[in-house]
């Protein structure tokens, strides 16, 4: 079955889904300026893949995939800015790490765990915020 106009109340979502029983779930988002597409696990819902399209010009920039448990729990999760065919961010929830690739080389995570806004990466001896060396290599919020 095909459905549409899943954006709700807000004029400014569009959203149409392909959701066929027992198969993962296709969602195309466009909603502030930014458009997504992404598939979900079938029995979960959980995101598997999403395609992105940060600055809405047509072109998909970003590709997130995960890794899932049978019931839908986040084992690891892979980002790629740009979509150049390089991971620039990996989180592995089994093993509670993460890495970073800055410069043509991969960077440990520091600091994970429940206050994650805090998870800090060492750049060149400098011990900088997570959040602010993935805006610098081209996470844009989608
Ligand atoms: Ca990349």
């Known amino acids: 079955m095909v459905g549409c106009a ?5 004029p400014d979502v569009v959203s149409e889904a392909i959701d066929v029983p027992g198969l993962p779930t296709v969602l195309l988002t466009s909603a502030k300026g930014t ?14 893949v999403v395609l992105g399209d940060t600055d809405n010009d047509g ?3 970003m590709l997130t995939y995960s890794s899932l448990s049978a019931d839908g ?8 800015y740009g979509m150049d065919g390089q ?18 080389s991969w960077r440990e995570v520091r600091d994970l765990g429940p206050n994650t806004p805090r998870a800090t990466v060492e750049i060149d001896g400098e011990i900088r915020l997570l959040h602010d060396v993935l805006t610098e290599i081209g996470r844009r919020p989608f």
Do not use: M, R, W
Request: glycine share 10%; no cysteine.
């Open 6 to 10: 899943l954006g709700g109340s807000d």
């Open 35 to 48: 458009t997504s597409l992404a598939v979900y696990q079938a029995n979960t819902g959980q995101p598997v």
């Open 59 to 61: 072109i998909f920039d």
């Open 73 to 80: 729990e986040l084992l690891v999760d892979v980002e790629d």
């Open 87 to 104: 991971p620039d961010f990996i989180l592995n929830f089994e093993k509670n790490s993460g890495s970073v690739y800055y410069d043509g």
